[in-house]
């Protein structure tokens, strides 16, 4: 059980150390974040998230968010992959 417990908190650790964009609380105050193009957009709970998929966004060379606004996003674009 304890090598089980040191191995899933050094996979975690590492993940964790790996991923150069923030953390973020779980506050709910919903931001949409917008792609230039209107490609797609992303909702989350909060504007810390929608940086943060846009940090992820970026380190995958996928466009980022150029604009983020309060409340939530309009349904008829397109919804951008959570990643």
Do not use: Y
């Not at 230039?36 to 998230?49: K, P, Y």
């Not at 940086?51 to 674009?77: H, Y």
Request: glycine content about 8%; some cysteine; aromatic content about 4%.
């Amino acid at each position: 059980m304890e090598i089980h417990l040191i191995f899933v908190s050094l996979v975690l650790g590492k993940t964790i150390a790996d991923d150069e964009c923030l953390s973020c609380g779980w506050n709910s105050d919903v931001h949409c974040g917008k792609v230039a193009d209107g490609s797609c957009v992303f909702t989350a709970l909060n504007r810390c998230q929608v940086e943060r998929i846009g940090c992820r966004r970026e380190a995958k060379k996928l466009k980022p968010f150029t604009e983020i606004v309060k409340g939530r996003c309009p349904k008829d674009i397109k919804q951008c992959a959570k990643l």
